[in-house]
């Protein structure tokens, strides 16, 4: 018996959408291993070169009063999954601890995220605690104006103020050359962009600089961020520049 138009249609939307979830949820699972991988070299690169000296990098978490590598007693970050508590929303805050190939402590990593001029900007920065010292920015995800606010990853210039920046007192952008040790000079152009850098940072070291020691917990090489390590809290790692 042939089925009048209406329900033949929805039958056939039904079947078609059902068939389309199922081969989209299947790419999904098929990727993740991939996608996991590549944003877990990534974020080494990324730590690797906001960090000078760094060769390897665990993630740290702050638990109960205390930095702590994954693995430690009672810390929920553990399993292997070097960054899981840095990458999902309500788990542990989390910084990366940057090491020498013998795990001579050299900085840390800190990913942060705050609002740009067109969207969120994250990013993640070296710090040395002995210093008190920058030493080193990426942005890892910004979709500011081409050809003026994607200056603040694109600008040499602005990306090297970022080597030996003091965080103490507070960073300040500013137009023209800033002098002062704490001072950056803001983008001709891209001011509301490159000040919200500012704005990020200095959030990042609101959150953190009390909390971490001049010698971060000894190197573990079981937490090593490796193939199956996660990205910074609250998105992908370079080649998110978009």
Known sequence: MKLP???RLILTLTVAGLLSGL??????QATQPRIRANNARALRQAVLEVVPGAETLQPLVWRDGALQAPGTAGSTAGNGGAGRAADRSGDLPTVYGAYTAAGGFVGYAIPAAGAGFQDTIRLIYGYQPETERIVGLQILESRETPGLGDRIYKDPD????????????RIEAVKGHGE?????DAITGATISSKAVISILNAGNDEWLDRLPEEAPAFQPSTTVGAEGETPKGGPVPGGKN
Do not use: C, N
Not at 158 to 169: G, K, N, Q, T, W
């Open 5 to 7: 138009e209406t329900p």
């Open 23 to 28: 081969a989209i949820v299947g790419a999904y």
């Open 158 to 169: 602005f990306v090297a103020e970022f080597r030996d920046l003091a965080v103490s007192p």
């Open 180 to 184: 002062a040790p704490h001072q950056v």
